[in-house]
C-alpha cells in the first residue's frame, strides 16, 4: 500500500474559524489527490480533488497542493459544528482511480 | 453525477457461513470496480480491483480465495466473503469508474 499520513486528531476548533488539515504522501508518482469527509457509520463524501501545484477553492473549501513536498492541505473557511467529521485525504497514483486513503484526521467544530 | 449502490446496508451472519455483498452502478457502465474494507476507526484499505470480464487484482496481504469478487456484468461486481469469522467483520465499501471517486454506501458485516 502507498503510504499516506494524516495526524489523527482531533483537531479542535470554535465555530467560525478556519481549520486547517493536511496530509503527506511518499510516492511521488501520485497524480491527484483528493479529499472525503466521513461520517460516523457513513461512506466517505468527496469534498473536493487537486491535480496541480497550488491552490483550488470551492466555496468554503480550499485544497493547497505542493508536489515538491509531498504534501497537500485542506483548509475550511468559517467551520460549522457540522462539518464536525473525519477528513480522508486520498491520493491516486494510475488512471484507474484506485486510491489509497490516510487514516483521517477526526475534526470537532465547538459552537 | 455517477451513482454507486450498494447492498445490503448491513448484514449480521454466523462464523462459517458466506456472505454477497453487491455494488451497482445505476447511470454508468463501470468496466473497473475497487472494493475497500474500513475497521473501526482506521482509514479505508484498498482490497482489490474489481475488472468487468476478468479477473480480480488483490492487494497484498488479501486472500483472494476468501473474498471472492465476481464482475460479470458492466453494472455489477460482486464481493463474497467465505467462510466469514468474526474478525472479518468490518465496513465493506465500493467505488466505481468512471470517475471512481464516487463511493458506495458501504455494508456493515457483523460476523457472530
Known amino acids: 500500500q502507498k503510504e499516506v499520513e494524516q495526524n489523527s486528531g482531533p483537531l479542535s476548533v470554535p465555530e467560525g474559524a478556519i481549520a486547517s488539515l493536511n496530509c503527506t504522501y511518499s510516492?511521488?508518482?501520485?497524480?491527484?489527490f483528493f479529499w472525503y469527509r466521513q461520517y460516523s457509520g457513513k461512506s466517505p463524501e468527496l469534498i473536493m480533488f487537486?491535480?496541480?501545484?497550488g491552490d483550488k477553492e470551492d466555496g468554503r473549501f480550499t485544497a493547497q497542493l505542493n508536489k515538491a513536498s509531498q504534501y497537500v492541505s485542506l483548509l475550511i473557511r468559517d467551520s460549522q459544528p457540522s462539518d464536525s467529521a473525519t477528513y480522508l485525504c486520498?491520493?491516486?497514483?494510475?488512471?484507474?482511480?484506485?486510491?489509497?486513503f490516510g487514516s483521517g484526521t477526526k475534526l470537532n467544530v465547538k459552537p | 453525477g455517477a451513482v454507486v449502490s450498494q447492498h445490503p446496508s448491513w448484514v449480521i451472519c454466523k462464523s462459517g457461513t458466506s456472505v454477497k455483498i453487491e455494488c451497482r452502478s445505476l447511470?454508468?457502465?463501470?468496466?473497473?470496480m475497487f472494493w475497500y474494507r474500513q475497521f473501526p476507526k482506521q482509514s479505508l484499505m484498498l482490497m482489490a480491483t474489481?475488472?468487468?470480464?476478468?479477473?480480480?487484482?488483490?492487494e497484498q496481504g488479501v486472500e483472494k480465495d476468501k473474498f471472492l469478487i465476481n464482475h460479470a456484468s458492466l453494472t455489477l461486481s460482486t464481493l463474497t466473503v467465505t467462510s466469514a469469522h468474526p474478525e472479518d467483520s468490518s465496513f465493506y465499501i465500493c467505488?466505481?469508474?468512471?470517475?471512481?471517486?464516487?463511493f458506495g454506501s458501504g455494508t456493515r458485516l457483523t460476523v457472530v
Open positions: 467505488s466505481a469508474t468512471p470517475d471512481g471517486y464516487t
Open positions: 510516492d511521488r508518482g501520485s497524480q491527484s
Open positions: 487537486i491535480y496541480s501545484n
Open positions: 486520498a491520493v491516486n497514483t494510475d488512471n484507474f482511480n484506485k486510491f489509497y
Open positions: 447511470d454508468f457502465q463501470a468496466t473497473t
Open positions: 474489481s475488472n468487468e470480464g476478468s479477473k480480480a487484482t488483490y
